[in-house]
């Protein structure tokens, strides 16, 4: 491309037409954007727009920098905008990220994509990841992540959403307490701690929510739930109770049995993974995604389900939460199915005391037949 410019740079609009901050489009204004930009689609977006157009404007080996959220370096929503972008432009190393405090007033995490106009064919993997900086990890933490994200991930069928969909009216609708009219139990994300299922804290009337509320042998499918609103995974086992949807379903497999699932999504190892490979988990209101979970690899060693899915039967049966011993050995069972090092499960135990949930002090030790094997 001989023509074109040099550089392209700017702080375009951050406005989104879905989701609960969309703003109103004009219908023929969404059908033009569909039609003519490949980044207006998963998440329509303006800037996006801008992004795609930047980088077609520019002549070979023209630059490209703008403002926009951290989360359209990663989100599977933002990949389209990814794609468009990279369809034009090979983005530089390590791009900055700004955080929250950068600029006054603004609260939404941001970076900076700054890239290179390539030349035509060059196109990177659909939708890959932009390579935003970690400041946050050392070269040991980095090469964890990396291995560990490499790895195949658990099969998707094994989560997905099934909680009642509610709004902020339907919430004015909820009991507090069962009553002639409200006889259907419903949990929340905060009935939900590692291995403890709490009482339900909101009553729903049926006839109010009608099919939006799922038939009782749809809830009884599930069989784990997994705490939303979360910087890591917390899971219990299901009693086929309904739930909102602050929590996210587990179901289960052959290979992949309930009690091991449990006991492996509340171990550190795939707790660190999900906390430093997920920008979500590290912002001002986390949030636990289906993506995320269907992102964790499955176990290396298939020999050790088995003995983790007894942890989590064990624990799971007493529904009391986890003692710092029962952690502990969580914890090996976890870090031996994924094969880890002895230097790797430093960094894992590094970042424990600051960021994983705590154990319930009141909980009871209960004597486990796991013994963690030798690493190197």
């Known amino acids: 491309m001989s023509r074109g410019f040099h550089v392209v740079v700017g702080n375009p609009p951050w406005v989104s037409y879905v989701g609960r901050a969309a703003h109103p489009l004009d219908p023929r204004e969404r059908r033009f954007l569909s039609e003519v930009y ?76 700054v890239s290179t106009r ?35 991930p658990l099969p998707s069928a094994l989560f997905g ?38 009482t339900p804290s909101y ?35 299901s009693d086929g109770g309904a739930f909102r949807n602050s929590i996210l379903a587990g179901f289960e497999s052959d290979a992949y049995p309930a009690a091991f699932l449990v006991a492996y999504l509340n171990g550190s190892a795939v707790r660190w993974l999900h906390y430093v490979r997920h920008r979500d988990a590290r912002q001002g209101l986390p949030q636990l995604k289906i993506s995320h979970l269907r992102a964790i690899p499955a176990p290396v060693f298939r020999e050790l389900v088995s003995p983790l899915a007894r942890l989590g039967a064990t624990l799971s049966d007493a529904n009391a939460g986890i003692s710092p011993v029962d952690q502990a050995a969580i914890d090996d069972g976890v870090a031996d199915a994924l094969g880890l090092s002895r230097g790797e499960r430093e960094v894992v135990a590094a970042w424990k005391p600051r960021f994983h949930p705590p154990a319930r002090a009141t909980a009871k030790a209960i004597d486990t037949s796991y013994r963690p094997c030798s690493s190197s």
């Open 38 to 113: 490949r980044s207006f689609a998963g998440y329509k977006n303006l800037q996006g727009v801008f992004i795609e157009r930047g980088a077609y404007l520019l002549r070979d080996k023209g630059r490209l920098g703008v403002i926009v959220p951290s989360s359209m370096s990663e989100l599977d929503g933002y990949a389209p905008t990814r794609d468009a972008h990279d369809r034009f432009c090979a983005c530089d190393p390590d791009l900055a990220d700004l955080g929250t405090d950068e600029f006054a007033g603004v609260f939404q995490p941001c970076m900076a994509l």
């Open 118 to 152: 390539r030349p035509e064919g060059n196109h990177l993997a659909k939708g890959a990841r932009w390579p935003v900086e970690r400041r946050d990890l050392d070269v040991a933490s980095r090469a964890l992540m990396e291995r560990l994200a490499a790895l195949p």
């Open 161 to 198: 959403e099934r909680g009642l969909q509610t709004s902020g009216g339907d919430v004015a609708r909820l009991a507090l307490s069962a009553d002639p009219q409200h006889g259907v139990a419903l949990r929340a994300g905060g009935d939900i701690e590692p291995f403890l299922r709490a």
């Open 203 to 237: 009553y729903a009337d049926a006839t109010e929510f009608g099919t939006r509320l799922r038939t009782p042998l749809d809830w009884q499918r599930v069989r784990i739930l997994i705490r939303q609103t979360a910087r890591v995974p917390m899971a219990a086992l």
